[in-house]
């Protein structure tokens, strides 16, 4: 599907800014999915082609009325302070699962239906498995057409981007990676039962994004993605069984720091376009300064495995965020007025998408 929102055209202009070398920050093709490597909104890879999924009326804000969401940014920065308060969140701890009882707690309480997708996997560097549990936090769950709204939880064991290595087994809280993407889903559960959407809405959380020991990629290092590998593979091996289909993805990833930036990152325009459009195109709409319809990096994140799925998934994330997998990354770096910027255009986005 082209999309129809008037105020986009021409193809998307090149980066202007370099970061720092991460090993997330990649000139290497991502895997492949399998064709078509773009699945449209209107036939998703693999299964029954849906209602054909539009963005509004006509494409142009005016058209179509939409509510205006009070997110309260503070209260869901004191939701990073409230995780991150529990200390480091490893996968297979203790204090992972503190967070674990705190989300579940949170989400019923506010009436979703809270699914555990619980797995063990073996990492490279340890000798053992290790316990996960990805949580799917359903609204309105008798909808067969669904939006996968998606963050992993986990937290990083090692701040390896910290200059002196005798730094990186401190205690790290990882506020914006991970922490502040779970505390907007947190807030966002306040509004999601009213929201007036054509589609059911899934929160989806990942364990397991972070849990990595040996970061030497060249003499093979640990996995990553873990959670999110898992999920994408259960889906796509039910889809003769299960009743519902995600239409389309949105991964939040860094992306609620103070002075964020969020470029289009260029695997989502290339698996996911019609969503980048659609979303990018609101935020210009709504006048949301942080997202820039520019390229942004290449990178390797959850929304890989998603896409290979089926599932057409977009990365909102800030790739230059300075604080990344550093000791620094605390919940004073986060800043209420993004998250609320964030939410404005992923609430209009989902009021209008028919």
Request: with cysteine; glycine share 8%.
């Amino acid at each position: 599907m082209s999309s129809a929102l008037g105020w986009i055209t021409g193809a998307v202009v090149a980066a202007a800014g370099v970061g720092v070398p991460m090993w997330w920050l990649t000139t290497a093709r991502a895997p492949e999915p399998e064709t078509p490597v773009v699945p449209a909104l209107d036939a998703p890879r693999d299964d029954p082609p849906p209602k054909k999924t539009e963005f509004g009326t006509g494409g142009k804000a005016a058209d179509d009325k939409v509510a205006d969401i009070k997110f309260d940014g503070a209260r869901a920065v004191k939701y990073v302070k409230q995780l991150c308060d529990i200390g480091p969140r490893v996968s297979g701890t203790a204090n992972i699962k503190k967070q674990q009882e705190v989300m579940e707690e949170h989400f019923k309480k506010f009436g979703a239906t809270v699914t555990k997708q619980e797995f063990k996997a073996k990492q490279r560097s340890r000798k053992e498995e290790t316990p996960f549990v990805n949580y799917v936090i359903s609204w309105h769950p008798d909808k067969e057409r669904r939006i996968l709204l998606c963050t992993h939880y986990d937290t990083r064991p090692i701040a390896d981007q910290e200059a002196n290595p005798a730094n990186w087994n401190k205690p790290f809280l990882s506020a914006n990676d991970g922490t502040s993407g779970v505390a907007f889903l947190m807030e966002l559960a306040h509004y999601m039962k009213d929201l007036k959407t054509e589609f059911g809405i899934d929160f989806v959380l990942f364990d397991g994004e972070e849990y990595v020991f040996e970061t030497d990629r060249a003499l093979g290092g640990d996995r990553y993605f873990i959670g999110s590998e898992h999920f994408a593979d259960d889906y796509a091996k039910t889809k003769g069984k299960r009743k519902h289909r995600y239409d389309a993805g949105v991964l939040f990833d860094l992306s609620f720091g103070k002075g964020a930036s969020l470029p289009v990152e260029a695997h989502s325009f290339e698996y996911a376009k019609p969503i980048v459009e659609q979303i990018w195109g609101v935020a210009k709409a709504v006048g949301a300064k942080s997202f820039e319809y520019k390229r942004g990096h290449e990178v390797l994140d959850d929304h890989i495995a998603l896409n290979k799925a089926g599932i057409p998934t977009v990365d909102v994330i800030d790739f230059d965020y300075k604080h990344w997998h550093k000791l620094s990354d605390t919940p004073d770096k986060i800043d209420a007025g993004q998250m609320e910027e964030v939410a404005k255009v992923i609430t209009t986005w989902l009021q209008k998408i028919k």
